[in-house]
Structures are given as C-alpha cells and as structure tokens.
C-alpha cells in the first residue's frame, strides 16, 4: 500500500468496514496505473471483479468517494496564506453506437452523449495543486435538450430569463462561489479566492459576492457582459474602464 493513501482516505466512511478496505486497494491499484483500464490496474480476476462489485454497491456515492479528499484538500489549504479555487466545467463523452445508447444524456449536439463534471480545484498561489475541493456530476434531459432546439431564439431567451437561477445550468457557478465561501468558514487564516471563466459572468454570483460577510471568499471572473458602472449607468461601461 502506498504511504498516502492511510492519511488521504482517513475520513473516509461506507458504513462498512470491508467496503472501507475495499476503497483503499482500489485507491492504491487504481492511482499507480491511472491511464490503464481497471482490469488491467488490479492485475487479477479476482481483484477486478472486486472493483465492480464496489462500484455497483448502492452504498458507494458519488460524494462517499469524494468525502475523505475534500477532507485532506481543506487540510491542506489551511497550510498555506492564499489558496485559489478555479472552477470549470468538462465534458465526459460517452458516445458509443445508437444501438447501445438507451437512456443516453446529450452533450452540445443529440449524435454526442455523456455528462458534465463541474470541478473546482485548490491551487496555491505558487500554481501547486492542493487537490479537487468540489464536484458537481449533472447530466442534460434528452427530451428537453430536443425541444430546446426547436425553439426559436426569442422564445429561447424569455423562458430562460423566466426561469431562477435554481433552475439554471449556470446555477453551478453560484454553487461553487457558496463553497468557496465555505471553504473560508473553515479556513479562517487562509486568503481564498474563487475563479471563473465568462460563463460565470452573471448577475447573481457578482450579487452574492458584494453581500458583506467575515466568511466571504474574494473572488475574480472573467468579464463577458459590458455592464453598467454604478454612477454612470448610461456612459460608464465595464469594457470602456479595462
């Protein structure tokens, strides 16, 4: 067993003391040959079916997984001064032939499928990665994602202004600035500064980050709407200032 893996996986928690083991042969197998297929990193019949057997246990969570290393990011934030949180979104394609994709999830198009990993990363202001301190899995409806397409822009661009932010995609950035701010709550001696891309450019999260709070992380986005200044709503524009 690799040396890491007792202190990273330490909170880890199933409720079962042999899927706890499981887990860290499976952290330890995996991590040493992660471009390999999971046959081929647990080197054995019996250790792959082992795996499976994990990973279909209803009792294995996407944040069960997670839980112990965002427990040892937070412990290592809480080492350093500054810490940043990008936070960005991948997808992870699954496309395989029409026949197999029952129940697919469509990506940017219905001939691509899979889901969306919503990732926020904590990275020292000396660009060290500390570890992932989030995640948010989330997947499209293939029925709405068609209907979507029938609309017309207009009508596209009411209902999505009708809808609240809750119901949004772009809900996922105002979720990862509240757990940055969580992150501060709980690293109270560390400066940290949450990160978007223009995605995130949207008039909630700008909202929330002005509200005053102890535990308020800073925060820096990447202007994509021209916005009014405040003083000079008809002149004073954001791209007119940079």
């Not at 792959?48 to 290393?69: C, Q, W």
């Not at 397409?149 to 990862?176: A, V």
Request: net charge neutral; aromatic share 8%.
């Amino acid at each position: 067993m690799q040396d890491w893996i007792e202190d990273e996986l330490k909170t880890a928690d199933f409720g079962d003391a042999r899927l706890n083991a499981r887990y860290k042969i499976l952290m330890n197998d995996l991590s040493r040959l992660p471009s390999e297929s999971i046959p081929a990193a647990c080197e054995g019949w019996k250790e792959t079916i082992a795996a499976y057997r994990f990973f279909d246990n209803p009792d294995i969570t996407e944040d069960g997984v997670l839980k112990s290393h965002y427990d040892a990011t937070l412990r290592r934030i809480q080492q350093h001064p500054i810490v940043l949180l990008p936070q960005d979104t991948t997808e992870i394609e699954v496309t395989r032939p029409r026949e197999k994709m029952k129940g697919a999830r469509p990506l940017n198009e219905e001939s691509r499928v899979g889901f969306f990993n919503h990732v926020m990363l904590a990275v020292t202001a000396e660009r060290i990665p500390l570890g992932v301190i989030g995640a948010k899995i989330y997947a499209r409806d293939m029925d709405e994602f068609l209907e979507n397409k029938k609309t017309n822009k207009g009508t596209k661009e009411k209902k999505k202004k009708q809808k609240p932010i809750e119901g949004k995609e772009s809900f996922r950035w105002l979720e990862g600035y509240r757990l940055a701010c969580e992150v501060k709550k709980k690293c109270p001696e560390t400066t940290v500064v949450s990160i978007s891309d223009s995605e995130g450019d949207i008039y909630e999260c700008l909202s929330e980050g002005e509200k005053a709070s102890e535990s308020k992380a800073q925060w820096i986005i990447r202007a994509c709407q021209d916005r009014s200044l405040e003083g000079d709503p008809i002149k004073g524009r954001t791209w007119s200032k940079l």
